[in-house]
């Protein structure tokens, strides 16, 4: 009796199948393995503050990225129980670059080693696990070009072209430079069909885009050599395969067009980081899913071996109490957990932000994010006269920041650092800021830097206005 078909072509796929779920299984264990040192600050935190001001927020946080970066953080937002349980999920969607280049380097050479070897570069390659762990250097725009390059592989069904045109649309937004990996997108086989499309979802965005290219265009054109020393700084070794991958593409006839346009697209990039005078390695790395499906036109299990000796597992950052660090997912974590911990439940409360130095230790808004989606109701987390408001302080270490005043309570604090949690009330904060304000003038001493209560009024009371919160501090850093 004849084997039913749908049997004998799982049977057929099965090792592709077990190969692709063996390098996702990978590249998120890697990536998770780095989570609780994530950057969780302003542009980190910008696409979940979009997702969570509702559906029809299209306006992204910042003018070069476009609503399509939102999308899968909205999505995600309602599954989740917290902010760190977010930052996961996004980091699987980051993983998915492993996959997506290794089944377009099966699609296009049927060399299952190389495929493995494929899968296995982009599932551990620091400079792309970095790129996770900033959740801001070019967002999900590897992911998007590694769908890309996927679904520009010949095909016969004709609703691919769809999804052709949803990928690099979705790279662009997350990224503008990914705009010149067009060469690969010019590789569809409908190509008249995709540009439609891709137009009909990007024009709106390179419209408003257009409006700050000029701003970009820097006086004295360089040409971006930091960019490429910083991408072999970062991967090492496997900088060199990423080479190989682009050298071996173009000896084999099914990949060949592909390490062509991949060529393409980065000489593209490197003369427009020329032009403008800025260029970063993780620009660099948006492209690394097409330069790596070339190693699997190595013949047999050369792809395999040539990756195998530079594999190496990511090593946390062992320093100080890694996961309290500044501006790191694992401080706001536990920030997040001592205020829910000591705050008072029958007043609402309101999270802000004091800082003396550049960069704060916790962004108020990820906290205003965080507790909503712990269970917090909007009306328990609101601007009243009978609200209980959670301090965040930066400053440098040691510093009298640190020592709260008396009609505040000092909830944690670790004076070696730069950061502690103070509790109290918007009348005790504008008290205590009146004579802090007045030692500072006539000390002729730096002014601090307020704010960020705006990010989670915006989400849940934007009616209140921007005015809601500037009168609880007596002076600020102009």
């Known amino acids: 009796m004849p084997e039913p078909q749908s049997g004998a072509r799982l049977r057929r796929h099965l090792p592709l199948l077990l190969i692709l779920l063996g390098v996702t299984g990978v590249a998120v264990a890697a990536r998770w393995s780095l989570l609780a040192q994530s950057m969780a600050l302003g542009d980190s935190l910008g696409p979940w503050l979009v997702a969570a001001r509702g559906p029809w927020s299209t306006a992204p946080h910042a003018p070069p990225y476009g609503w399509m970066l939102a999308v899968p953080h909205a999505f995600i937002l309602p599954t989740v129980g917290d902010l760190y349980s977010a930052f996961s999920a996004i980091r699987v969607l980051d993983a998915l670059i492993a996959p997506l280049g290794a089944w377009a380097a099966f699609r296009l050479t049927r060399n299952l080693w190389g495929t493995i070897g494929v899968g296995l570069l982009l599932a551990l390659d620091p400079s792309l696990i970095d790129t996770a762990t900033s959740g801001a250097e ?32 979705w790279a662009v937004m997350c990224h503008p430079l990914s705009i010149l990996a067009a060469p690969i997108l010019l590789l569809h086989q409908r190509r008249s069909g995709v540009l439609l499309a891709t137009g009909l979802l990007l024009g709106p965005h390179l419209w408003r885009l257009a409006a700050h290219t000029g701003d970009a265009m820097g006086p004295q054109p360089q040409f971006p050599w930091t960019a490429l020393q910083a991408w072999v700084r970062q991967s090492g070794a496997m900088s060199i395969l990423f080479g190989v991958g682009l050298v071996a593409g173009l000896t084999h006839e099914r990949v060949r067009p592909t390490s062509k346009a991949a060529l393409t697209a980065l000489a593209l990039m490197l003369v427009a980081g020329t032009r403008i005078g800025y260029l970063r390695d993780h620009h660099l790395r948006i492209l690394s899913a097409p330069a790596a499906v070339g190693l699997a036109a190595l013949p047999g299990p050369l792809g395999l071996l040539a990756v195998i000796p530079l594999l190496r597992w990511p090593t946390p950052d062992e320093g100080r109490a890694r996961h309290r660090r500044p501006g790191t997912l694992g401080l706001l974590h536990r920030t997040t957990n001592t205020v829910m911990s000591q705050r008072d439940p029958s007043r609402p409360l309101v999270v802000d932000g004091f800082r003396t130095i550049h960069v704060p230790a916790v962004e108020p808004g990820g906290v205003w994010l965080d507790l909503s989606l712990r269970g917090l109701p909007p009306a328990q987390l609101d601007r009243t006269t009978d609200s209980q408001l959670a301090l965040l302080v930066t400053a440098p270490r040691d510093a009298p920041e640190h020592e709260a005043p008396a009609a505040f309570g000092l909830v944690q604090a670790d004076h070696r650092d730069t950061w502690s949690i103070w509790l109290g009330s918007p009348e005790a904060l504008h008290a205590w800021s009146s004579a802090d304000c007045a030692d500072r003038i006539a000390s002729d001493a730096r002014l601090p830097r307020v704010g960020g209560a705006w990010d989670g009024l915006a989400i849940f009371h934007p009616e209140r206005g921007a005015e809601a919160v500037d009168g609880w501090w007596a002076c600020r850093h102009p």
């Open 138 to 169: 070019a967002y999900q725009a590897p992911v998007a070009i590694a769908l890309l390059t996927l679904l520009t592989v010949p095909t016969r069904h004709r609703w691919m072209s769809i999804f052709t045109a949803v990928a690099f649309s």
